[in-house]
């Protein structure tokens, strides 16, 4: 008999249900789901979803791994239940019994949820401005207290909850992530076969060596002052006679976004499509591409919860510079870090990367470290291993 037999875990999938499954967090819920039923052998793992949604896109593999529960209405059909752990919980138009069902109560399970970053606490002038949105997100940061235990998805998100939420240490353990390798060699072997990923490849003529930007249009992510760091290296690549580079940022802009950084850029000498290209929303076949053939990546976000760019330009065998706060301290090398506050800094942090070859190398080494440390299987035995020291404690 395994030695996991006698443990049973539901997770809340629901989230991997959204219109925006593709981001962040549903794909997170969705790796990590599939990798622990290869932690707990014999255990018994349950999924839940909504009937009434559309079914996840990895429903399939999610169906022979373990049931499938249709909605809380069928929680109460399970054998037996020691752990539930809901997936996201920072929604913030559920409460407390639609985020963790009523029909729960017969089994009395051992409540836990991941926890991605506690942004809204860190930045309340920027998303904490609505009366009713603050409400909401307070009325959630309590219910953490009432959780048994919490998953964090970096040290940097463990110790912004346990200090936002005045929790205790011991409640809070880190379990890092992973990217979506499947997803990537997908869209590798995918690239060159389609028409439509050369098409899109063609619009944009890069014609030099590049710096890849992969990322958002929020304001912490600091796409305004990667610009101008840039125009800087520019600047100070020229003066060395060296062969000029172009910035890449791959990234879903509205129209105006867009513009507002291309007149940036022409303020501080840079030619659009030429010095600067803004490729918008692209498929994944061209970003892995893109990433592939990157001199350097280049992330001057204020805050990340995990970062999962770097470790994708890790993957891709490409160099990677970051800022040296939040979860990105942790996952960058500490050479190829620089201040986000600072253009300057950030500019000498991509000209040391030109000049030191001795460097991407360095980089390299130290992004393998960090996809061997930052795994799905890792994730999941962490949470295997709570989950039956708490069934071995009953």
Request: proline residues 5%.
């Amino acid at each position: 008999m395994s030695q996991f037999s006698h443990c049973s875990i539901l997770l809340d999938l629901r989230i991997t249900q959204i219109a925006q499954r593709e981001r962040g967090i549903p794909r997170y819920a969705a790796a990590l789901a599939l990798a622990l039923p290869e932690q707990l052998p014999g255990a018994d793992i349950s999924y839940l979803i909504d009937p009434d949604a559309p079914l996840p896109d990895a429903i399939e593999a999610l169906s022979q791994a373990g049931r499938i529960i249709e909605g809380p209405a069928q929680i109460s059909s399970l054998p037996h239940l020691s752990h539930y752990l809901q997936t996201c919980f920072f929604e913030l138009h559920k409460n407390a019994d639609e985020l963790f069902p009523k029909e729960l109560a017969q089994f009395k399970p051992r409540l836990s949820t991941i926890v991605y970053d506690v942004i809204p606490w860190l930045y309340p002038e920027h998303y904490l401005t609505d009366p009713y949105i603050a409400q909401r997100y307070e009325y959630q940061l309590g219910l953490l207290n009432c959780l048994d235990h919490l998953f964090a998805i970096s040290e940097s998100a463990r110790d912004d909850v346990i200090r936002v939420a005045q929790l205790e240490p011991r409640r809070v353990q880190n379990i890092y992530g992973s990217i979506d390798e499947a997803r990537w060699a997908r869209a590798e072997a995918d690239f060159g076969t389609s028409g439509r990923v050369n098409e899109e490849g063609r619009r944009f003529g890069i014609k030099r060596p590049y710096w890849l930007y992969v990322g958002g249009a929020d304001f912490r992510k600091n796409n305004s002052s990667l610009v101008r760091a840039f125009a800087q290296l520019k600047a100070k690549l020229a003066a060395q006679g060296a062969e000029p580079v172009s910035l890449v940022v791959a990234c879903s802009l509205s129209e105006s976004q867009r513009d507002e950084l291309l007149v940036l850029g022409k303020l501080h000498g840079l030619e659009a499509g030429l010095d600067l290209i803004i490729t918008g929303f692209i498929s994944d076949s061209l970003l892995a591409h893109l990433y592939r053939h990157a001199f350097a990546t280049v992330f001057p976000s204020h805050y990340e919860g995990l970062g999962l760019p770097v470790l994708e330009s890790y993957y891709f065998d490409v160099p990677a510079l970051a800022s040296n706060n939040s979860s990105l301290r942790e996952i960058t090398h500490p050479a190829c870090q620089f201040d986000s506050t600072s253009d300057t800094d950030i500019a000498e942090a991509m000209l040391r990367l030109h000049n030191q070859p001795e460097l991407r190398a360095e980089s390299l080494q130290f992004g393998q470290s960090m996809l061997e440390q930052c795994s799905w299987s890792q994730a999941a035995a962490k949470i295997a291993h709570y989950v039956a020291e708490f069934t071995k404690s009953k």
